[in-house]
Nanobody
Framework: QVQLVESGGGLVQAGGSLRLSCAASGRTISDYAMGWFRQATGKEREFVAA????????YYRDYLKGRFTVSRDNAKNMVYLFMNSLEPEDTAVYYCVAAKAYETLSYYADYWGQGTQVTVSA
Protein backbone atom coordinates (compact mmCIF):
# COMPACT_ATOMS: atom_id res chain seq x y z
CA GLN A 1 0.00 0.00 0.00
CA VAL A 2 1.07 3.53 -0.77
CA GLN A 3 -0.31 6.45 1.16
CA LEU A 4 -0.26 9.83 -0.55
CA VAL A 5 -0.75 13.21 1.09
CA GLU A 6 -0.96 16.38 -0.97
CA SER A 7 -0.15 19.88 0.26
CA GLY A 8 0.50 23.33 -1.12
CA GLY A 9 -2.94 24.21 -2.38
CA GLY A 10 -4.59 27.51 -1.62
CA LEU A 11 -5.93 30.73 -3.07
CA VAL A 12 -3.91 32.51 -5.73
CA GLN A 13 -4.62 35.32 -8.18
CA ALA A 14 -4.75 34.69 -11.89
CA GLY A 15 -1.28 34.79 -13.36
CA GLY A 16 0.28 33.53 -10.15
CA SER A 17 2.10 30.31 -9.34
CA LEU A 18 1.80 27.45 -6.89
CA ARG A 19 3.81 24.37 -6.10
CA LEU A 20 1.91 21.32 -4.96
CA SER A 21 3.71 18.63 -3.02
CA CYS A 22 2.84 14.99 -2.54
CA ALA A 23 4.39 13.03 0.31
CA ALA A 24 4.33 9.27 -0.10
CA SER A 25 4.64 6.63 2.60
CA GLY A 26 4.24 2.91 2.92
CA ARG A 27 6.45 2.01 -0.01
CA THR A 28 9.18 3.67 -2.00
CA ILE A 29 7.81 5.61 -4.95
CA SER A 30 10.77 4.53 -7.09
CA ASP A 31 8.63 1.48 -7.91
CA TYR A 32 5.83 3.64 -9.33
CA ALA A 33 5.00 6.12 -11.98
CA MET A 34 3.52 9.17 -10.29
CA GLY A 35 1.11 11.80 -11.46
CA TRP A 36 -1.58 14.34 -10.85
CA PHE A 37 -5.26 14.58 -11.63
CA ARG A 38 -7.71 17.35 -10.90
CA GLN A 39 -11.45 17.73 -10.52
CA ALA A 40 -13.37 20.97 -10.71
CA THR A 41 -16.78 21.31 -9.10
CA GLY A 42 -19.43 19.78 -11.33
CA LYS A 43 -16.89 18.37 -13.78
CA GLU A 44 -15.30 15.01 -14.34
CA ARG A 45 -11.91 14.22 -12.93
CA GLU A 46 -9.17 14.81 -15.53
CA PHE A 47 -5.57 13.83 -15.99
CA VAL A 48 -2.96 16.56 -15.48
CA ALA A 49 0.56 15.10 -15.61
CA ALA A 50 2.61 11.94 -15.22
CA UNK A 51 6.25 11.18 -14.53
CA UNK A 52 8.01 7.89 -15.03
CA UNK A 53 9.43 6.01 -12.03
CA UNK A 54 12.99 7.21 -12.70
CA UNK A 55 11.87 10.68 -13.74
CA UNK A 56 13.24 10.45 -17.29
CA UNK A 57 9.93 10.83 -19.08
CA UNK A 58 6.93 13.02 -18.42
CA TYR A 59 3.69 13.75 -20.22
CA TYR A 60 0.89 16.24 -19.72
CA ARG A 61 -2.64 17.03 -20.67
CA ASP A 62 -2.07 18.87 -23.94
CA TYR A 63 -3.23 22.35 -23.03
CA LEU A 64 -1.39 22.31 -19.69
CA LYS A 65 2.03 21.56 -21.12
CA GLY A 66 4.23 24.61 -20.79
CA ARG A 67 2.43 25.97 -17.74
CA PHE A 68 2.64 22.89 -15.48
CA THR A 69 5.76 20.89 -14.62
CA VAL A 70 5.83 17.61 -12.73
CA SER A 71 8.94 16.43 -10.91
CA ARG A 72 9.92 13.90 -8.30
CA ASP A 73 12.54 13.21 -5.64
CA ASN A 74 12.67 9.47 -5.06
CA ALA A 75 15.17 9.85 -2.23
CA LYS A 76 12.61 11.94 -0.33
CA ASN A 77 9.58 10.00 -1.57
CA MET A 78 8.12 13.24 -2.86
CA VAL A 79 6.39 14.37 -6.04
CA TYR A 80 5.76 17.96 -7.06
CA LEU A 81 3.59 19.89 -9.46
CA PHE A 82 4.72 23.39 -10.39
CA MET A 83 1.89 25.47 -11.79
CA ASN A 84 2.57 28.79 -13.50
CA SER A 85 0.39 31.42 -15.17
CA LEU A 86 -2.59 30.08 -13.33
CA GLU A 87 -6.07 30.76 -14.70
CA PRO A 88 -9.47 30.67 -12.99
CA GLU A 89 -10.15 27.55 -15.06
CA ASP A 90 -7.39 25.78 -13.12
CA THR A 91 -9.51 25.94 -9.97
CA ALA A 92 -10.00 22.36 -8.80
CA VAL A 93 -9.08 19.76 -6.24
CA TYR A 94 -5.72 18.30 -7.25
CA TYR A 95 -4.96 14.65 -6.55
CA CYS A 96 -1.61 12.90 -6.41
CA VAL A 97 -1.58 9.36 -7.79
CA ALA A 98 0.76 6.39 -8.01
CA ALA A 99 0.60 3.76 -10.72
CA LYS A 100 2.50 0.62 -11.63
CA ALA A 101 2.13 1.45 -15.33
CA TYR A 102 3.44 4.78 -16.65
CA GLU A 103 1.86 4.47 -20.10
CA THR A 104 -1.68 4.13 -18.77
CA LEU A 105 -1.51 6.50 -15.82
CA SER A 106 -3.64 9.07 -17.65
CA TYR A 107 -6.68 6.83 -17.17
CA TYR A 108 -5.75 4.44 -14.38
CA ALA A 109 -3.86 4.79 -11.11
CA ASP A 110 -3.40 2.30 -8.29
CA TYR A 111 -3.30 4.77 -5.40
CA TRP A 112 -4.85 8.18 -4.81
CA GLY A 113 -4.36 10.93 -2.28
CA GLN A 114 -7.19 12.86 -0.66
CA GLY A 115 -6.59 15.98 -2.71
CA THR A 116 -5.70 19.61 -2.13
CA GLN A 117 -7.84 22.55 -3.19
CA VAL A 118 -6.47 25.12 -5.60
CA THR A 119 -8.54 28.25 -6.16
CA VAL A 120 -7.53 30.84 -8.74
CA SER A 121 -9.27 34.18 -8.50
CA ALA A 122 -9.81 36.40 -11.52
Amino acid sequence: QVQLVESGGGLVQAGGSLRLSCAASGRTISDYAMGWFRQATGKEREFVAAIESDGRRTYYRDYLKGRFTVSRDNAKNMVYLFMNSLEPEDTAVYYCVAAKAYETLSYYADYWGQGTQVTVSA
